[in-house]
């Protein structure tokens, strides 16, 4: 199981960009990388996956090196409701289900 | 309507009582997860089912069961509840295939006295 390693918590202004890096040393070949947010007391959402290069969707773009061991989630201009925890997920079917303690992500004013 | 559901979104109960909570979806998944979530951490997988017939062990299985009544049905049950077993529970589905998204109900929360 592709383990991942994501900072604690990072503090951001409003309209900032924000990076969050993910590192995932022991990837498999057949694994994908997924983010999901996820707010009090309600269940993640999945912002964004990929599996190599970038991904660009309509809330975030996805970072991946050449050699996917690690990973980065960009966030456009963050508001007050980006404050959050994102999760940073690796593997594929089955072996994508082990969540981590996340990034808590706090947008201040 | 919501696409997940659970039921009851809360409930207190005491040691010893055998606790059943109820996920349902509409999304005509074939996956179906439950996980739970203690304060400040990350979720943990309980159990998840690929299919009706298909149910596996998660990494924290001792002390539940499930049920895959249905393709949109899929049941978790603490057989003699104890209170380190007060969290918030979540169920998820997604489709079949690789990597494939997963989407969450609105949680249970579980107290145990």
């Known amino acids: 199981l592709a383990k991942t390693t994501q900072p604690i918590s990072m503090d951001s202004y409003e309209g900032q960009e924000v990076n969050i890096t993910c590192s995932h040393n022991n990837i498999a070949t057949n694994d994908y990388i997924t983010w999901y947010q996820q707010f009090p007391s309600q269940g993640p959402r999945f912002i964004i996956q990929?599996?190599?290069t970038k991904v660009t969707n309509e809330v975030a773009s996805l970072f991946i090196p050449a050699d996917r061991k690690s990973s980065t989630l960009s966030l456009p201009r963050v508001s007050l409701s980006d404050t959050a925890v994102y999760y940073c997920?690796?593997?594929?079917?089955?072996?994508?289900?082990?969540f981590g303690s996340g990034t808590q992500l706090t947008v201040l004013p | 309507d919501a696409d997940v559901t659970q039921t009851p979104r809360n409930r207190i109960t005491k040691t010893g009582k055998r606790i059943m909570l109820e996920c349902s979806q509409t999304?005509?998944?074939?996956?179906m997860y439950w996980y739970r979530q203690d304060p400040g951490l990350g979720l943990r997988l309980i159990y998840y089912s690929f299919d009706v017939k298909d149910i596996n062990k998660g990494e924290i299985s001792d002390g539940y069961s499930v049920s895959r009544q249905a393709q949109a049905k899929f049941s978790l049950s603490l057989e003699s509840a104890i209170p380190n077993q007060t969290a918030l529970y979540f169920c998820?589905?997604?489709?079949?295939?690789?990597?494939?998204?997963?989407?969450f109900g609105p949680g249970t929360r579980l107290t145990v006295l």
């Open positions: 999304k005509g998944h074939d996956r």
């Open positions: 998820a589905t997604s489709r079949s295939g690789r990597a494939s998204e997963q989407f």
């Open positions: 990929g599996y190599k």
């Open positions: 997920l690796v593997g594929d079917a089955a072996r994508q289900l082990t």
